[in-house]
C-alpha cells in the first residue's frame, strides 16, 4: 500500500513547454455526501458541480476541467453510490458506474469519518473487477486521528489493489496538491480535449438550473422532498447586456408546491436572490431570474425529465 502525505510532491521535472501535453478523464465515485462535488470544485479551482447537505444532490456526471502543469484533467463528479429503490435512483447508481467505466482512472472517496460502512462496503466490491488504475482517497482527514486513518486504508486496499492511497481534505485543501501532482503525471500523453479557460462542459443553461436547485435545497432541504427537478425553459440575451432567465421547479403535489413557495412567497423570493446573486457572478452581467413552480405528478417517471437530467430513463 503506497500512501501519499502533504509532504511528498512528485512533481514532473522540466518546463511545461518542452513537455509533451497529457490528458485524460478520472472518474469520483463513492458513497452519497462523502464530499465528491466538493472535491470537484476545489480541484478544479471554481464551482462546477452544486453542493447542499442534501444526499445525492449529484443526478448525473458533471465534467469539471482542470489544469495542472502540463496535463488536463477532466474530473467526472458521479452521483453517489446507494441501494436503489426508485427508477430515478437506478438511472443514477447506473450514470455513476457507467462514468468509472468510461474514465483513464478511478477515484473512490471515502468519508473517513464514516468508514467502511454500508455502501462504501458495497462499492469496493464493485471495484474488484474495474480493470482501470484506482485511486483511494480518504477525504475529512481532518476529523479523524491518524491511527484510525490508517486501519481505514489497510481495510479498504485488503479488498481492492489500489494503486495509491491519498488522505485530503476536499473542505481546506490538505492533500490536494499531491493529488493533482499524481493524476497529471498518470494520464496518458495527448492533446488537451477542452480549450483552456474552459472549467466544464456542462451547458449553461443546465448550469443555471443545477445552482437554482442547490438553492433550493439549501432554504428547504428540513422540508421539501427529495422528489424536486428544476428546468431552465427561456434564456434571453437582452440589448442592455443582461440575461432573462425563466425556470419552473417541479414538485409532485401541491403540498410540495406551497413549501416551495413558501409564506406570502418567502421561499421562492429567497430561493430567486439567491441564485440570481451567484449566476450574476458567474455570467459577469445582470441576470433577471424569474421562477416558477408547477406539479407534475410523478415526475420521476417521465422520460423526458430524465433526458433533462442528463440521464438515461430506465425501463422496467
Known sequence: MDIMTDHENPAVEGEDNALPTHSGFVALIGPTNAGKSTLVNRLVGAKVS????????????????????????????TPGIFKPRRRLDRAMVTS????????????????SERG???????????????????ILCLNKIDQVKREDLLKLA???????????????????????????NYLAAELPEGPWYYPEDQISDLPMRQLAAEITREKLFLRLHQELPYASHVETEKWEERKDGSVRIEQVIYVERDSQKKIALGKNGDAIKAISTASRKELSEILEQPVHLFLFVKVRENWGDDPERFREMGLEFPRG
Not at 486496499?157 to 481534505?169: K, L, Q
Request: net charge negative; aromatic share 4%.
Open 50 to 77: 452544486i453542493v447542499s447537505h442534501k444526499v445525492q444532490t449529484t443526478r448525473a456526471v458533471m465534467r469539471g476541467i482542470a489544469i495542472h502543469d502540463n496535463a488536463q484533467i477532466v474530473f467526472m463528479d
Open 154 to 180: 489497510a481495510a479498504a486496499n485488503e479488498t481492492v489493489a489500489f494503486d495509491r492511497t491519498f488522505m485530503i481534505s476536499a473542505t481546506n485543501g490538505s492533500g490536494c496538491e499531491d493529488l493533482m
Open 116 to 134: 467502511l460502512k454500508g455502501d462504501a462496503e458495497a462499492i469496493l466490491e464493485g471495484l474488484k473487477d474495474v480493470p482501470q488504475k484506482k
Open 96 to 111: 455513476a458506474w457507467g462514468g468509472a467505466k468510461d474514465a483513464d482512472l478511478i477515484l473512490l472517496l471515502i468519508d
